[in-house]
């Protein structure tokens, strides 16, 4: 038994290649609309949705204990990966971390900095209509008075996510509930349609989109703001698929 934590395309993927090979698994995400994506691709009967901490880890072990667990999810999903991390060595269970290659960047205009704090900071600065592309959850400090009137937000069209930026009030015409990722015309297009002049995006790598939006924003002259991964020491890491593959074929 395998457990693999997913939530991104790269996840689903690795979870493909395994039930092709016979693996018996079980496909962890975090949320509704997570099943959903999963769904596409793998059978429904592998796919365990809803968040988990540490001790419900543990407590869903007792259920079905995994021999090996693979942590596909996203690179700031910090949370997840820590509590993983800790239920792997408590129980004495390899952990596979696989993480997407970053994406060098580089330019006059881009400016990197170590958290969604100091994003909003140089943002306050940079941007009178800017751009989120970071998700919609730790967004607190584009949400105070100072971002009012200046920040749209794109993200999943996730019922649940969109409800809580709701609640939070944030109108719903600065909402961009969209899947991506999106080519550079299309992110060019967006931009010049909400007059955007600083983008906020994170180094989610090639699959989270961001070579296009740096492309369609160098091509507009528009300030871009990185935020950095966090670092964070994996006992076991690759950002190549075949490789996690290859590597629980061969233990």
């Not at 919609?136 to 649940?160: C, H, V």
């Amino acid at each position: 038994m395998l457990w693999l934590f997913s939530g991104t395309s790269d996840g689903n993927k690795i979870a493909q290649d395994l039930i092709s090979q016979k693996c018996h698994l079980k496909v962890f995400v975090a949320t509704q609309y997570g099943k959903k994506v999963a769904a596409e691709t793998l059978p429904r009967q592998v796919i365990e949705t809803g968040r988990m901490n540490e001790s419900e880890i543990f407590q869903r072990a007792e259920l079905e204990a995994p021999e090996k667990v693979i942590d596909a999810t996203h690179p700031f999903a910090l949370e997840i990966s820590r509590n993983l991390m800790e239920f792997c060595q408590a129980r004495q269970i390899p952990y596979i971390r696989y993480e997407r290659p970053e994406e060098p960047m580089a330019g006059e205009n881009i400016h990197i900095v170590n958290d969604i704090e100091q994003a909003s900071e140089k943002a306050k600065i940079m941007g009178k209509h800017i751009l989120l592309t970071v998700g919609s959850k730790n967004i607190e400090p584009f949400l105070g008075e100072n971002f009012q009137g200046r920040i749209y937000i794109r993200m999943l069209p996730d019922p649940q996510l969109i409800q809580h930026l709701l609640s939070k009030g944030v109108p719903p015409d600065r909402i961009i509930a969209i899947q991506g990722p999106f080519s550079i015309s299309m992110n060019r297009a967006m931009m010049v349609d909400f007059s955007i002049d600083c983008l906020v995006t994170k180094s989610s790598g090639k699959e989270g989109g961001v070579p296009q939006k740096i492309a369609a924003a160098k091509e507009l002259g528009i300030f871009v703001i990185v935020i950095k991964r966090p670092e964070i020491k994996y006992p076991l890491l690759f950002s190549d698929r075949d490789e996690v593959v290859k590597h629980i074929n061969n233990s």
